[in-house]
């Protein structure tokens, strides 16, 4: 309900103010600063423009041709091209060294799942422009395992995998493998956010045994990932971390189920949090847990189409075992 109640109060900011108006409010939310009145209008120009897509798009939300709306978002002062960019190659789908997998055939899912409501799921966070969302989707994973088999609620450091798992052919803030975080974590663990905190840019590995709080005792790949198996793995185990296609649409997501099908067969750039699972108005839904901030998408989750199957997020989701 309360979804309802704020669609068009989005819709209504994006038509009744000036495109200066949202631009200076934009700049405010968001602290945004330019380096010179060149750049700032050059962003202002790229902001119309976005603001001309998010009209056009949202108008045929209104006559239900699509089933989610847009917003001004963080990223609505760059370009589709530079959002695109700044997606690619920060994730990759790689064989786990130690992993073993899992037939979720046959085990039957309740109609709808959301592990938010049960304190598996920590608070949302914002990798900023580090590309490392490979090591949020892996400290989520691990942090709703934690809490799951030994009810400790504690934030991990996706700082250590950026700085100390590049042995492991992770790249730090230019892209990585959920798998290959999670061989680090096998090996050496992972400490608290708390003591290990995150700066946003790559730095040298300095982490301390002394504050290693979690190690992983194997991990497990859904093996030929289904639907009906995807929804039985996050329903029985919890969150998973999943590699996904990252669509451009999403650069101005707000709300509602992500429907666009041009992502379909395209490899996966981004890495997730899958939380849960539902259905609204006879459409069903993935809940999908982003590292991009709560001021983006639905507090910084977004709802993702289950079927048909969109953004390949089939293509490799896997879980810790703690």
């Known amino acids: 309900m309360k979804i309802l109640l704020v669609i068009p109060l989005i819709i209504v900011a994006t038509y009744g103010l000036s495109d200066k108006k949202q631009w200076e409010s934009f700049k405010i939310k968001y602290?945004?600063?330019?380096?010179?009145?060149?750049?700032?209008?050059?962003?202002?120009?790229?902001?119309?423009?976005?603001?001309?897509?998010?009209?056009?798009?949202?108008?045929?939300?209104d006559k239900g041709e699509s089933s989610y709306y847009m917003g001004v978002t963080k990223f609505a002062d760059i370009t589709q091209d530079e959002f695109k960019n700044m997606l690619d190659k920060q994730v990759?789908?790689?064989?786990?060294?130690?992993?073993?997998?899992?037939?979720?055939?046959?085990?039957?899912?309740?109609?709808?799942?959301?592990?938010?409501?049960?304190?598996?799921?920590?608070?949302?966070?914002d990798q900023g422009t580090c590309g490392a969302c490979w090591s949020f989707s892996s400290t989520g994973a691990l942090e709703g395992q934690n809490f799951l088999k030994n009810n400790i609620s504690i934030p991990?450091?996706?700082?250590?995998?950026?700085?100390?798992?590049?042995?492991?052919?992770?790249n730090g803030c230019y892209g990585g493998s959920i798998n290959y975080a999670f061989d680090y974590v096998l090996d050496h663990g992972v400490s608290s956010e708390?003591?290990?905190?995150?700066?946003?840019?790559?730095?040298?590995?300095?982490?301390?045994?002394?504050?290693?709080?979690?190690?992983?005792?194997?991990?497990?790949?859904?093996?030929?990932?289904?639907?009906d198996k995807l929804k039985s793995a996050v329903a029985s185990v919890g969150p998973i971390s999943v590699p996904v296609s990252a669509d451009v649409a999403l650069?101005?997501?707000?709300?509602?189920?992500?429907d666009e099908t041009d992502c379909s067969n395209a490899a996966p750039n981004h890495a997730v949090l899958l939380v849960g699972y539902g259905n609204e108005n006879g459409k069903d839904y993935w809940i999908i847990k982003n590292s991009w901030g709560?001021?983006?998408?639905?507090?910084?989750?977004?709802?993702?189409?289950?079927n048909p199957v969109i953004c390949a997020i089939l293509n490799g989701p896997v879980y810790p075992e703690v």
């Open 31 to 61: 602290e945004k600063s330019f380096e010179s009145y060149l750049e700032e209008r050059l962003r202002f120009q790229i902001f119309k423009s976005n603001l001309k897509r998010i009209r056009e798009h949202n108008a045929n939300y």
């Open 194 to 227: 708390e003591s290990y905190p995150y700066i946003a840019e790559a730095d040298r590995c300095h982490r301390n045994s002394s504050n290693i709080v979690l190690y992983a005792k194997n991990v497990v790949a859904i093996a030929d990932a289904t639907i």
């Open 251 to 258: 650069q101005l997501y707000k709300g509602g189920i992500f």
């Open 156 to 170: 991990l450091s996706e700082q250590e995998l950026i700085d100390c798992s590049n042995l492991y052919n992770n």
């Open 294 to 306: 709560t001021k983006w998408g639905e507090n910084g989750f977004y709802r993702l189409q289950t």
């Open 92 to 125: 990759s789908v790689k064989p786990i060294i130690n992993t073993k997998s899992k037939d979720f055939s046959g085990i039957t899912a309740p109609e709808s799942v959301d592990w938010r409501t049960t304190g598996a799921v920590l608070a949302v966070k």
